[in-house]
């Protein structure tokens, strides 16, 4: 990862910030073995709930953990705020992109996206280089 910072002179000093940017890439990891796993099965849309749950709390979860990893401490705090700023930002874009309204989903989402970023950032601040000094 340093040497992409120093090629392109980008530096991220946020640690939320850095959870969010993971999140996404795991996100769009996740999308598209959705979409081939929607295409090569006979999945069918209808049934896509669960496993688009599944997918949003394994990005929160690696967006908690790199947010905490990089900032040493709090790390359930610091990964449910990557949680709770993911999830504004994905009910944002669907509504802007799709005009998708509220439901029932806009809340377990919620709960999801906080819990298991929280989770993320419990185990991340004790993966960081400040949890082998303590």
């Keep these: 990862m340093s040497s992409l910072s120093r090629i392109f002179g980008l530096r991220n000093a946020s640690p939320v910030a850095s959870g969010l ?3 996404g890439i795991w996100l769009a990891v ?6 081939i796993l929607l295409t090569g099965s006979s999945l069918n ?7 688009v749950f599944g997918v949003h709390g394994f990005a929160n979860f690696a967006g908690g953990f790199v947010s905490a990893k990089k900032s040493g401490r709090r790390g359930w705090y610091f990964g449910m705020a990557n949680g709770l700023l993911y999830s ?5 874009i ?5 005009n998708a309204g509220w439901s029932s989903a806009v809340p ?5 996206a906080c819990l298991s970023g929280a989770v993320g950032g419990i185990l991340g601040v004790n993966a960081g280089s400040g949890a ?3």
């Design 94 to 98: 669907s509504f802007l992109a799709t």
């Design 45 to 51: 849309e209808s049934n896509m709930l669960p496993w």
């Design 30 to 35: 996740g999308a598209l073995i959705l979409s």
């Design 21 to 23: 940017y993971w999140s």
């Design 132 to 134: 082998k000094s303590r």
């Design 88 to 92: 504004v930002l994905l009910v944002a």
């Design 108 to 112: 377990i989402l919620l709960l999801v």
